[in-house]
């Protein structure tokens, strides 16, 4: 069983040491690699970590969760015909596993097929302060007390930031019109297969643990994310808990849709989750009263995706001068796999601007090649911002 986290103030009668000891051991028994394979099996398995490719790859994370792994998203019909031969001359993508020929575009990459769905987004222009666009975000994803989480945790907190430090050089090189900002993303509100106290199939992450990663995020000049999964509880209760974090100008906000399970009903990981326009609008127009309220710059709001129905009535999501929205794709999967759910799930349905996550496990476990900035650069639009997990 888990429980609900309280403010670290009001723990008069139990030790710190154990309550933070109590946390890791949930964390690490309750593995949630978000599978998110984007339209492969029909379920999916819990995976034994494979190593790094590299030296200085990170070990692929895997989300935090106590949930069970969610399904991952359906697979697609195939057209036939002349419906299929049409398809393939208007999206000019590639066969499974293989790149386009020359002269073609793979899956995501091809301007006029962006430009027919509403790319380059219109929208009003960058507030003093704005990280969006002039800057592009890389990332690390996870939790420090569980390395089954993400990179984040996979690492002690040097060799951690010594290899985001690694990404962000590579990217520099990659695209060199762009900074790149360096970043943290911290899952601090956990779903969770059982209630708890609470009966919210939520976990909150102690302040102290939010602090202490805040502290490494400054330490490496980089921005933090607060992320949070909802489970069984709503993020217009959720999300007003973080104001005391989120007031920080260099603190940035994340949702999973994955895991807001309060429509179906069902427990986190055995169904994926949604958001409507409507939430997500809540949780930017939040995030504006905090710009104003605070002066402050203005927010970086991540919303992740790998499914059509994960977010929907997305054409009714409101762009706000004092909120920069990153539509996220968050699946995994081979190459070809993952420029294809970016081209259905995050091209077809403009936001604003938009992101891209690689797996270190789940993207090669079977024998395919993590995706090199050099491949992302060719999405169109090209994403801007980056997580690892």
Same mark, same amino acid.
Request: proline share 12%; net charge positive; hydrophobic share 40%.
């Given at each position: 069983?888990?429980?609900?986290?309280?403010?670290?103030?009001?723990?008069?009668?139990?030790?710190?040491?154990?309550?933070?000891?109590?946390?890791?051991?949930?964390?690490?028994?309750?593995?949630?690699?978000?599978?998110?394979?984007?339209?492969?099996?029909?379920?999916?398995? +819990?995976?034994?970590?494979?190593?790094?490719?590299?030296?200085?790859?990170?070990?692929?994370?895997?989300?935090?969760?106590?949930?069970?792994? %969610?399904?991952?998203?359906?697979?697609?019909?195939?057209?036939? %015909?002349?419906?299929?031969?049409?398809?393939?001359?208007?999206?000019?993508?590639? #066969?499974?596993?293989?790149?386009?020929?020359? %002269?073609?575009?793979?899956?995501?990459?091809?301007?006029?097929?962006?430009?027919?769905?509403?790319?380059?987004?219109?929208?009003?222009?960058?507030?003093?302060?704005?990280?969006?666009?002039?800057?592009? /975000?890389?990332?690390?994803?996870?939790?420090?007390? +569980?390395?089954?989480?993400?990179?984040?945790?996979?690492?002690?907190?040097?060799?951690?930031?010594?290899?985001?430090?690694?990404?962000?050089?590579?990217?520099?090189?990659?695209? *060199? +019109?762009?900074?790149?900002? *360096?970043?943290?993303?911290?899952?601090?509100?956990?779903?969770?297969?059982? *209630?708890?106290?609470? %009966?919210?199939?939520?976990?909150?992450?102690?302040?102290?643990?939010?602090?202490?990663?805040?502290?490494?995020?400054?330490?490496?000049?980089?921005?933090?994310?607060?992320?949070?999964?909802?489970?069984?509880?709503?993020?217009?209760?959720?999300?007003?808990?973080?104001?005391?974090?989120?007031?920080?100008?260099?603190?940035?906000?994340? /949702?999973?849709?994955?895991?807001?399970?309060?429509? +179906?009903?069902?427990?986190?990981?055995?169904?994926?989750?949604?958001?409507?326009?409507?939430?997500?609008?809540?949780?930017?127009?939040?995030?504006?009263?905090?710009?104003?309220?605070?002066?402050?710059?203005?927010?970086?709001?991540?919303?992740?995706?790998?499914?059509?129905?994960?977010?929907?009535?997305?054409?009714?999501?409101?762009?706000? #001068?004092?909120?920069? /929205?990153?539509?996220?794709?968050?699946?995994?999967?081979?190459?070809?796999?993952?420029?294809?759910?970016?081209?259905?799930?995050?091209?077809?349905?403009?936001?604003?601007?938009?992101?891209?996550?690689?797996?270190?496990?789940?993207?090669?476990?079977?024998?395919?090649?993590?995706?090199? *900035?050099?491949?992302?650069?060719?999405?169109?639009?090209?994403?801007?911002?980056?997580?690892?997990?």
């Amino acid at each position: 069983m888990t429980y609900p986290c309280f403010r670290l103030s009001t723990r008069i009668f139990v030790p710190l040491l154990a309550t933070v000891f109590a946390l890791a051991l949930i964390l690490a028994g309750f593995p949630n690699d978000r599978p998110r394979n984007l339209k492969a099996a029909e379920k999916a398995t +819990s995976e034994p970590a494979a190593p790094a490719l590299a030296p200085d790859a990170a070990t692929p994370p895997q989300a935090p969760s106590a949930a069970p792994q %969610g399904p991952p998203a359906k697979t697609k019909k195939v057209a036939k %015909g002349k419906k299929a031969a049409k398809q393939a001359k208007w999206q000019q993508a590639p #066969p499974p596993g293989k790149i386009a020929p020359p %002269g073609k575009y793979n899956a995501g990459e091809d301007p006029e097929y962006a430009e027919r769905c509403g790319w380059p987004v219109k929208f009003p222009p960058p507030l003093p302060g704005s990280i969006l666009p002039e800057k592009r /975000i890389v990332a690390y994803y996870g939790n420090p007390l +569980s390395k089954r989480m993400g990179a984040l945790g996979e690492y002690p907190k040097d060799e951690m930031l010594r290899r985001l430090k690694g990404e962000v050089a590579r990217w520099e090189a990659a695209d *060199p +019109s762009l900074p790149v900002q *360096p970043a943290l993303h911290l899952v601090t509100v956990v779903a969770q297969g059982e *209630p708890g106290k609470a %009966g919210k199939y939520r976990m909150l992450m102690p302040d102290k643990v939010v602090n202490q990663v805040h502290d490494w995020a400054k330490e490496a000049n980089a921005i933090l994310f607060i992320d949070i999964q909802t489970g069984h509880d709503n993020i217009r209760t959720i999300l007003p808990r973080f104001e005391w974090m989120l007031k920080n100008p260099d603190v940035h906000l994340g /949702i999973d849709p994955e895991f807001n399970m309060i429509k +179906s009903g069902k427990k986190p990981g055995s169904k994926i989750g949604t958001y409507d326009a409507a939430d997500i609008n809540f949780a930017s127009g939040y995030l504006q009263d905090l710009v104003k309220k605070y002066n402050i710059p203005p927010k970086v709001f991540v919303v992740h995706r790998f499914t059509r129905n994960m977010v929907t009535n997305a054409k009714s999501i409101v762009v706000r #001068p004092e909120v920069q /929205i990153v539509m996220h794709m968050d699946g995994w999967g081979a190459p070809w796999l993952k420029r294809d759910s970016y081209r259905d799930y995050v091209v077809a349905e403009p936001v604003q601007f938009t992101g891209f996550k690689l797996f270190y496990h789940n993207d090669t476990k079977k024998g395919d090649p993590l995706m090199t *900035p050099q491949d992302i650069l060719k999405l169109n639009p090209k994403p801007i911002y980056i997580q690892y997990q």
